[in-house]
């Protein structure tokens, strides 16, 4: 999933002689959070659309001690962007070659778009989430515990990590859930989150019901 396959290309680059007003107006129309500016043929920074708003100045090359120096380069890999969005709070992020010629943009909501047709998002299964020691946590060991209870992985990744422990969150198939969650403790994992009900204690549920229904006869 290579960035420059998610490139759109009709969003422009301004030149530092742009309207300010003009460039705010465009962004805005786009729907989008930043403009990208060029300088000399090569990328020169961005400014937030609220900023420009707030912006007495006339041209975006009187506010270049303002621009924010964010990009992706074409040849880098789609989850190289989620960063870059968090951290500037952008919704687009122009994407550059290696000579820092703008050659266009990606938009949030296609990288999400993406990322929603991949199994680990889409799939059918269950959502579990286990903590380890970060010292002992091994994708291998994992691996082998959900497919020695034959069941598949969909999809797996580090969700946090703190002090002295990790968080593993994997879509597993829905076979033998019980025995998986039973076989991580074994293990020494504590499972933290899963999005699938219990048999056991669904069970335990439903004969706690029937104890209440008796009782209220």
Known sequence: ?????YISKDYPAFGMSASVVEASEIAKDFGYSHV????KGSFAGALSQSFLEESAAEKLGDLEIHFEKFAALE???ILDL?????TFGANVVPIINKDEKYLGYVVCDDLFAEFSRSPLFSGAGAVLT???NSLHYSFTEIAKI???NNAKIYGCYISAIHEDSVEITM???SENLSSIDETFERY???VTHKSYQDEKEQLIRDRFGFFQKYLEF
């Open 130 to 132: 286990v903590q380890v």
């Open 1 to 5: 999933m290579f960035i420059k396959e």
């Open 75 to 77: 040849d880098g890999d």
């Open 188 to 190: 020494g994992y504590l």
């Open 146 to 148: 959900v497919e020695g």
């Open 82 to 86: 989620v960063k870059v969005f968090y």
């Open 36 to 39: 990208f500016i060029k300088k």
């Open 171 to 173: 879509r597993i198939s």
